[in-house]
């Protein structure tokens, strides 16, 4: 779409529509800023604009310039069946988000990544192993640097590797990555998207528009991405489909073979790499590997390049990372564990008796999983925030009686240092988003470093 004195309106003034404002002036387009909330501070909002112009407009005002909009651009948060919308649909206005406007001014290669977990490890270990290949690399999207902040350093020569939410994928149209990878479907945002089918189909959006000259990776292990990529397989003119797998070996891509990754290309098999060679650990972080493998050879990385990255790469913040040893305890940050799913992830991954911290604000989930996964492995479950009494009851019905509740995280973490005995592990995994008590999951884990380096 040529965006040249089209009346373009974003909805929400934070770090996405100020970022999408930005872009949409460099593209000289007539912008009006809409918040909901009446009572924002207007002039503190023109402050974040900077030199970019924007009328701003909240409440009910947007319904004066409806019929004259002829692009609505929405944050992540912005959700697509929200009456907002909605009335914008029935005009048949297109909603692009940010990913979508991003897109219109890539002048490189992208490489996207989604998936329930292990998107934010996968895309940084990705991004490092591209960048030490080309300089001209950008990492972006969901992992904390913004899509439209960068856009416009692009070249013909760079690469974007983009992590992508769910959120994200709701309003793709033109999109198009020359590699793309889903990584595994989990129960997650359900209170967003309602049904699986629905989370489903978002997430498979990421590689709508690749033709057979690119790459789709799938998680083999993965149900639902067995059975898409088989349909991927046999429609002409789809993406090509490489696999990743710990439990089989694919027709084409990465697997195990004990504790060795392996790729096959089809014909040829070829050892990359000993597990024990790597600075992470889990079964998860193996399968985040062999998809970044699986990833920049469809890329044209050459291996070495590859290799030498995977052995030197280190856990990314927040995500079952090492905080210190205080009297013979490990203490571990898994902040980003904001799922039952990615929570049961770093339960396993844990080697030592184990104290557990979780719970947060209710998406939705059952925590089933997340309590089956502390059977021999945690001795106890301290709990806060608003999924306290849920998790409380359903660690019961497991027979888990081992429970302590906080009212805050400074008391947890005083709690955790009291019950823990030398050689046991303090583990923040809370299978919960942040929201409520905290900003956002970065902020849970800082304070919980914060609490724990202060002991």
Not at 175 to 201: G, K, Q, W
Not at 270 to 293: K, S, T, W
Request: aromatic share 8%; charged share 25%; proline share 3%.
């Amino acid at each position: 779409m040529e965006l040249k004195n089209r009346k373009v309106m974003v909805v929400g003034t934070g770090i996405s529509g100020i970022g999408a404002v930005d872009l949409l002036n460099k593209a000289n387009a007539d912008v009006v800023l809409y918040d909901g909330n009446t009572q924002i501070d207007q002039e503190a909002v023109r402050k974040k604009l900077g030199s970019n112009h924007a009328e701003i407009i909240t409440g009910e005002d947007y319904k004066t310039i409806i019929n004259q909009v002829e692009l609505l651009v929405i944050s992540p948060g912005v959700p697509i069946d929200s009456p907002l919308v909605l009335e914008f649909k029935e005009r048949n206005i297109p909603v692009w988000g940010e990913i979508e406007l991003a897109f219109q001014f890539e002048k490189g290669k992208v490489l996207a990544i989604t998936g329930t977990n292990g998107k934010t490890t996968t895309t940084a270990l990705v991004g490092q192993i591209v960048k030490a290949y080309n300089d001209q690399t950008f990492v972006v999207g969901n992992i904390g640097n913004s899509y439209t902040g960068e856009v416009c350093k692009t070249t013909k020569e760079s690469m974007t590797v983009a992590e992508i939410s769910s959120f994200q994928l709701e309003t793709v149209d033109h999109f198009h990555p020359i590699v793309s990878a889903i990584l595994n479907i989990t129960p997650d945002h359900l209170n967003r998207h309602h049904t699986m089918e629905c989370y489903a189909y978002t997430k498979e959006r990421i590689c709508e528009n690749q033709t057979n000259e690119e790459v789709c990776v799938l998680n083999y292990d993965d149900e639902m991405l067995r059975e898409f990529g088989k349909k991927l397989e046999a429609e002409e003119g789809k993406a090509r489909v490489v696999w990743f797998t710990r439990l089989t070996k694919p027709s084409v891509g990465a697997y195990m073979d004990g504790d060795v990754i392996m790729y096959t290309d089809g014909k040829i098999e070829q050892r990359m790499l000993d597990v024990h060679e790597m600075n992470l650990i889990g079964a998860h972080n193996f399968e985040n590997v062999m998809a970044a493998i699986a990833i920049t050879k469809a890329a044209g990385i050459p291996d070495d390049v590859i290799i030498s990255q995977v052995k030197c790469f280190r856990a990314v913040e927040h995500r079952i990372e090492y905080v210190a040893t205080k009297n013979e305890v490990m203490y571990y940050n898994d902040s980003k564990g904001t799922n039952p799913e990615a929570a049961v992830k770093a339960i396993e991954a844990m080697s030592r008796p184990t104290i557990l911290i979780g719970g947060g604000y209710d998406k939705g989930s059952e925590f089933d999983l997340y309590v089956k996964a502390m059977k021999d492995r945690v001795k106890l479950l301290v709990l806060l925030g608003q999924t306290a009494d849920k998790i409380e009851e359903c660690a019961h019905k497991y027979g888990f009686d081992s429970i302590v509740r906080a009212n805050s995280l400074k008391e947890v973490v005083e709690i955790c240092a009291k019950e823990a005995v030398p050689g046991d592990a303090v583990l923040l995994s809370p299978a919960c988003a942040s929201w409520g008590m905290f900003d956002n999951y970065e902020q849970r884990g800082d304070m919980f470093k914060e609490f724990v380096n202060a002991l």
